[in-house]
T-cell receptor, first 111, second 113 residues
Framework: GENVEQHPSTLSVQEGDSAVIKCTYS??????FPWYKQELGKRPQLIID?????GEKKDQRIAVTLNKTAKHFSLHITETQPEDSAVYFC??????????FGSGTKLNVKP | GAVVSQHPSRVICKSGTSVKIECRSL??????MFWYRQFPKQSLMLMAT?????????EQGVEKDKFLINHASLTLSTLTVTSAHPEDSSFYIC?????????FGPGTRLLVL
């Protein structure tokens, strides 16, 4: 099956700085890569996603890049705010059949 | 957006008993639902894929006789933890697939004493 690795496990940044979280996947057939934000005790919420036919996608302060050849994708958050503090998970799936998650990154944005 | 509910949100049970967790898609029909298990400060581990009208597909290492899944309708999937033991204590989250997106339930925290 698919194996998704995520780094770093924890990330502390100063408010206003950028944060980057990286994931790699093993199955070259995977073609959809969502990112989720999970606040303590709450359900994961989709924040951005990217398909395998696209190299980059941006939504305001959040962007995701995908390198199919290297099988890695990254989440970029610019101008971080304290409310961005949460655990972020990447995931990979082939045709939305099964979603395999990375191990998560705890982001702490210091005011 | 689409809403998925789970019931109960929290349950405490004695070792050896069975616990049923419900996952409902409230405003859409979901032929496919997923069950995940999440340990503290860890990722979501896919346990099984629940398909309406057919048997669930379990991930490697997940005991199908211990974690019974029933997807009886297009809006309801249930996970029954049979003969629960303390090591089954965890946070169980379901998700329902609508088109190309999965929507998560709020989770059920199970504590087995």
């Amino acid at each position: 099956g698919e194996n998704v690795e995520q780094h770093p496990s924890t990330l502390s940044v100063q408010e206003g700085d950028s944060a980057v979280i990286k994931c790699t996947y093993s199955d070259s057939a995977s073609n959809y890569f969502p990112w989720y934000k999970q606040e303590l005790g709450k359900r994961p919420q989709l924040i951005i996603d990217i398909r395998s036919n696209v190299g980059e996608k941006k939504d305001q302060r959040i962007a995701v890049t995908l390198n199919k050849t290297a099988k890695h994708f990254s989440l970029h958050i610019t101008e971080t705010q304290p409310e961005d503090s949460a655990v972020y998970f990447c995931a990979a799936t082939y045709n939305f059949n099964k979603f395999y998650f990375g191990s998560g990154t705890k982001l702490n944005v210091k005011p | 957006g689409a809403v998925v509910s789970q019931h109960p949100s929290r349950v405490i049970c004695k070792s050896g008993t069975s616990v049923k967790i419900e996952c409902r898609s409230l405003d859409f029909q979901a032929t496919t639902m997923f069950w995940y298990r999440q340990f503290p400060k860890q990722s979501l581990m896919l346990m099984a894929t629940s398909n309406e009208g057919s048997k669930a597909t379990y991930e490697q290492g997940v005991e199908k006789d211990k974690f019974l899944i029933n997807h009886a309708s297009l809006t309801l999937s249930t996970l029954t933890v049979t003969s629960a033991h303390p090591e089954d204590s965890s946070f169980y989250i379901c998700s329902a697939k609508q088109a190309e997106t999965q929507y998560f339930g709020p989770g059920t925290r199970l504590l087995v004493l």
